[in-house]
């Protein structure tokens, strides 16, 4: 263990809202603690199920992480998924306050992670909100993907830091390891 990771802060609670995935959980098996989507949608509003109140399964990943310590408690969004509109639907179905996230830490440069970030960022900042975003320079190299025939498709460019603060945010662009939100999450 490093030592940044060792100086972590113990949380008292750590809640992961799932707002982009691969699956919907309509019909997956759940652990105990685990809360339905059903349960969620209802909890933020919704008063029948129906598609326009569920979530839609989405290529790619993204979290909304909040956590208490003490009476501190710290909201962070880890990566956004890869599309703007389903992101957005996602948090509105799920109630999430955007507004409230202080922090977006994106895992690495591909589409599928961090597409949706322009949307999430100005919806943090449309609802009241200040937003740092924390990335490292090699997650913005160009890339492609090598089909069988040898033919290289480009993928998707992922917004550059200039882009990132034209939409609000500030950017923590920098290879290193670094704890965030009062040493909550590493």
Not at 41 to 48: I, P, S, W
Not at 61 to 80: E, P
Request: with cysteine; net charge negative; glycine share 10%.
């Amino acid at each position: 263990m490093t030592e940044v990771s060792s100086s972590l802060t113990p949380v008292d609670s750590l809640t992961v809202d799932v707002l982009t995935d691969d699956v919907s959980d309509a019909y997956a098996s759940k652990t105990l603690f685990a809360v339905s989507e059903f349960a969620n949608v209802v909890r933020a509003g919704a008063t029948t199920i129906s598609g326009e109140t569920l979530l839609c399964a989405n290529l790619g990943y993204g979290l909304r992480l909040v956590s208490q310590a003490g009476g501190l408690r710290h909201s962070l969004l880890f990566d956004t998924g890869p599309e703007e509109t389903i992101f957005i639907r996602n948090c509105t179905n799920l109630g999430i306050p955007l507004g409230e996230v202080e922090c977006v830490a994106i895992t690495h440069g591909h589409w599928d992670h961090m597409g949706a970030l322009p949307a999430a960022i100005d919806a943090i900042v449309q609802q009241g909100g200040r937003v740092t975003v924390h990335t490292n320079p090699d997650m913005f190299n160009e890339r492609g993907v090598r089909l069988p025939s040898g033919a290289i498709v480009p993928v998707a460019k992922v917004p550059l830091p200039a882009e990132i603060e034209q939409h609000g945010a500030s950017v923590v662009n920098d290879p290193g390891e670094r704890l965030l939100l009062d040493r909550h999450f590493y």
